[in-house]
């Protein structure tokens, strides 16, 4: 059975870090990419990072860049979000989903349609 499990979101300060994690099982870890999206209310999914597993190459959306780091362990087939200086606009649901390799070759920002697996979600919220 497919499991993307994200986790480590809650409640912090503007200004404040989380780590996200998103552990991944079911399928081979290092044949995928693993995205982050968020989705605020009343917004749409938006992008935020990936990475790709097999290879190593990272994106992250401009509105996070400097600000967030994408990492992955390949040992854990886990994925880590470390976000700093949150801002109260990345308050959002942040999910993680997993694309494969195959189609990252062929696009470099593939459509969420492309990713074959989603996980649950986990809430981050950011005071001001």
């Known amino acids: 059975e497919v499991q993307l499990q994200a986790s480590g979101g809650g409640l912090v300060q503007a200004g404040g870090s989380l780590r996200l994690s998103c552990a991944a099982s079911?399928?081979?870890?290092?044949?995928?990419?693993i995205g982050w999206f968020r989705q605020a209310p009343g917004k749409e999914r938006e992008g935020v990072s990936r990475?790709?597993?097999?290879?190593?190459?990272?994106y992250y959306a401009d509105s996070v860049k400097g600000r967030f780091t994408i990492s992955s362990d390949n040992a854990k087939n886990t994925v880590y979000l470390h976000m700093i200086s949150l801002k109260p606009e990345d308050t959002a649901v942040y999910y993680c989903?997993?694309?494969?390799?195959?189609?990252?070759?062929?696009?470099?920002?593939?459509?969420?349609?492309?990713?074959?697996?989603w996980g649950q979600g986990t809430l981050v919220t950011v005071s001001s």
């Open positions: 990475i790709n597993n097999s290879n190593g190459r990272t």
């Open positions: 989903a997993a694309v494969s390799a195959a189609v990252m070759r062929v696009t470099t920002i593939p459509h969420p349609a492309y990713y074959d697996y």
């Open positions: 079911g399928f081979t870890f290092d044949h995928y990419a």
